[in-house]
């Protein structure tokens, strides 16, 4: 439970002063207790060092005790109306450690599909986590570690094919908390590291988001100490394109990345001034300014595209009354427009971590917000459009003294969409997966 000394201003004071410094790292085991001493310290001496708060990876998790495990949610729809009724949960084991998060999830087909995070190892450190769902339930899958002594983590994930996909994340010394990009590929026959290259003169990389037109064509996107960071893949290696952030010094971040066609491609993220957007044309990656109401500080995490002129992208505001909110928009090819979201009514600080569209032309947007003072627990979050504007939809969390936390969402088809995360409450090998229940 959350400290009842800690007031909603000091949240969104905390949340205000790091809002661009989320995906770094995941969240250590007492990320809590840091941040809960800096919230409650003087004000004069309230600070917390970057790499610890950055090491939360998600904005609101810095005022969650979260001990995290994976959660894995599904969603099968035998009909479009009342999706409420479709989300249910089952519990398989998942993690080799016990305690683990996922950040990010495809598929390749409705029976073949993959996801991503990290787990705890017996020294405290992070490794990578990747699973695979053939068919018949997730299981773990192989995937090298850079290094034990530093902490790894895969953000983002793509398939090109049943037999060539991309993770990317980062590996941090836990020393310094100075990261270094992290590639893996799958071949077919297992998952191996891929080369990175970092941008001259720079020593902290970090990668979040990975998108593929072909197999000879990836962008990966992310960060770095000179701000934002973007890297191609042409078939053979990965290079740094330059980009307008980057040339200009801005400190920023992307966190998502998608293409429509090999020049038509859009990111976005967020920085010290408001959320960013940045697109690909036939001359290269732009600036693209994002629409957002004045006074809003704004961070955008995830974008999804239908065709060439239909494109949305999800994340959160923090507004000129400091206050949190969930934040939408869409792209119907002139430029990006912010289109209403549904904030809970029982809640606070919700946020939208990931935003995707089957092929029916039905949307689904995930993430979390905090619950009333009945419990004050985190609790899932879905946002659904079906052509007609955005709602909430209904979904489970886990009973007990556990937050419910949604970080990546993805549709196979009209029938069929799967939500990856981070629960927390007693550790152990679980992973949560939500089930169609038939007849909703």
Known sequence: MPDPSISDDDVVRVTRAYLDRMHREPPPRDIEGAVMRSILAPRRRRSISMARLAAAGLMFTAIAAVVCLSLVMHFGRSSIGGASAHWTMVSTSNSPSGSSGLSAVTCVSPGDCWAAGYSYGQNGNTQPLIEQNSGTGWTVVASPNPSASRSNALRGLACVS???????????DASDGIGQALIEHYAGGGWSIFSVPSPSGVTDTRLSGVTCVSADDCWAVGQ????????????????????????????GALYAVTCVSADDCWAV????????????????????????????????????????????????????????????????????????????????????????????????????????????????????????????????????????????????????????????????????????????
């Open 162 to 172: 049943a037999s060539d996909c991309w993770a990317v994340g980062y590996s941090i």
């Open 224 to 251: 770095s100490a000179q701000g934002v960071l973007i890297e191609h893949f042409q078939g053979s290696s990965w290079s740094i394109p330059s980009s307008p952030t980057t040339s200009s010094g801005v400190d």
């Open 269 to 440: 993220g967020g920085s010290t001034t408001g959320a960013l957007i940045e697109h690909l044309g036939a001359n290269g990656w732009s600036a693209f300014g994002p629409n957002v109401s004045a006074g809003e500080n704004a961070v955008l995490q995830a974008v999804t595209c239908a065709g060439a002129g239909d494109c949305w992208a999800a994340g959160v505001s923090l507004t000129a009354t400091s206050s949190t909110k969930t934040l939408i928009e869409q792209y119907q090819g002139s430029g990006w427009s912010v289109v209403a979201s549904p904030n809970p009514a029982d809640g606070s600080s919700p946020q939208l971590n990931s935003v995707s569209c089957d092929d029916a032309g039905d949307c689904w947007a995930v993430g979390w917000f905090r619950a009333g003072p009945a419990t004050g627990l985190l609790e899932t979050l879905v946002e659904e459009d079906q052509g007609s504007g955005w709602s909430i939809a209904p979904s489970p969390n886990l009973s007990g003294n556990s937050d419910t936390q949604l970080q990546a969402v993805t549709c196979v088809n009209a029938g069929g969409c799967w939500a990856v995360g981070y629960p927390g409450g007693a550790a152990g090998q679980v992973v949560m997966q939500l089930m169609h229940r038939a007849g909703g």
